[in-house]
Nanobody
Framework: QVQFVESGGGLVQAGGSLRLSCAASGSTFSISDIGWYRQAPGKQREFVARITSGGYAVYADAAKGRFTISRGNAKNTASLQMNRLKPEDSAVYYC?????????WGQGTQVTVSS
């Protein structure tokens, strides 16, 4: 079963940076758009950023100017560079294909930003 594996989260002070990575394990899919999402406690999962198969990036307003999504060298891998982090960025971060193509959500990686 194909599933994304996310890594790179942690605890950081406000204003700091983190770089998240994800990879689709067991993937036999062709190169597809990949999106990063996040879910804070008590809130719905929300879109953060998307990168197309051709490398074009789209960001949620909350991420614009601070986050940068990029593709990895391996097929269907992606990273999310997060700078100038704020406490409201604290959440579990996930990635998945867009469209999802039936791929299950992974465990995500926890990002905690202290004030």
């Amino acid at each position: 079963q194909v599933q994304f594996v996310e890594s790179g989260g942690g605890l950081v002070q406000a204003g700091g940076s983190l770089r998240l990575s994800c990879a689709a394990s067991g993937s036999t899919f062709s190169i597809s758009d990949i999106g990063w999402y996040r879910q804070a406690p008590g809130k719905q999962r929300e879109f953060v950023a998307r990168i197309t198969s051709g490398g074009y990036a789209v960001y949620a307003d909350a991420a614009k100017g601070r986050f940068t999504i990029s593709r990895g060298n391996a097929k269907n891998t992606a990273s999310l560079q997060m700078n100038r982090l704020k406490p409201e960025d604290s959440a579990v971060y996930y990635c998945n294909f867009i469209p999802q193509q039936g791929v299950a959500w992974g465990q995500g990686t926890q990002v905690t930003v202290s004030s």
